[in-house]
């Protein structure tokens, strides 16, 4: 099965600030990996396909890069609305894991 | 506009089965790769299992395996969820999730329909 492990697990930002989270994939997944948000209480969001493709009506401050193992997601400008937590899939193939998330908080 | 609407959720003794809907409108259903991903309550996203769109097709996270059966109805636009020997642990929230493409991420996700498991 392949293991994704995201980093940090949770982190705290000023608003403007450039946050990175990483997710490694093992095996690697070629650059099928997938980013999504949730907020608190809210139905997951897909933000980022095909490791660095942005899905229609996410704000542009978001940006994925990657592929095979290695995956981030860049918030470059950290706004109020964005406190959520993130996670990465692998959709390569069954089973399709998703990394343990990442908590995002404004300080 | 894509809907996705889960039902059947409830409370079940351990051991008990338990079926679950997803009703979709909003786009051809049966052109599209569908899966439910549960969460348990604190806890972060796990992928249970995927459908492709004739049905023919169907894949398993290792602990569904056995115990769940998905299966779609495409005449009713209907997405289901069959979850037999449930246990304490599968106590969670389940989203029935639509793929933009098939084989691809899930760019629609229902409200999810709670499923607990307790004696």
């Known amino acids: 099965d392949i293991q994704m492990t995201q980093s940090p697990s949770s982190l705290s930002a000023s608003v403007g600030d450039r946050v990175t989270i990483t997710c490694r994939a093992s095996p690697g997944v070629g650059n099928y990996l997938a980013w999504y948000q949730q907020k608190p209480g809210k139905v997951p969001k897909l933000l980022i396909y095909?490791?660095?493709a942005l899905q229609s009506g996410v704000p542009s401050r978001f940006s994925g890069s990657g592929s095979g193992t290695d995956f981030t997601l860049t918030i470059s400008n950290l706004q109020p609305e964005d406190v959520a937590t993130y996670y990465c899939?692998?959709?390569?193939?069954?089973?399709?894991?998703f990394g343990g998330g990442t908590k995002v908080e404004i300080k | 506009e894509v809907q996705l609407l889960e039902s059947g959720g409830g409370f079940i003794q351990p051991g008990g089965s338990l079926g679950l809907s997803c009703a979709a409108s909003?786009?051809?259903?049966?052109?599209?790769?569908m899966g439910w991903v549960r969460q348990a309550p604190g806890k972060g996203l796990e992928w249970v299992s995927d459908?492709?769109?004739?049905?023919?097709?169907?894949y398993y996270a290792e602990f569904a395996k056995g115990r769940f059966t998905i299966s779609r109805d495409n005449s009713k636009n209907t997405l289901y969820l069959q979850m037999n020997s449930l246990r304490a642990e599968d106590t969670a929230l389940y989203y029935c999730a639509k793929a933009s493409i098939s084989g691809s991420a899930y760019d629609n996700w229902g409200q999810g329909t709670l499923v607990t498991v307790s004696s």
């Open positions: 909003g786009f051809t259903f049966s052109t599209y790769t």
């Open positions: 459908i492709n769109e004739s049905g023919a097709r169907t």
């Open positions: 095909a490791a660095s």
């Open positions: 899939q692998n959709y390569n193939r069954a089973p399709l894991t």
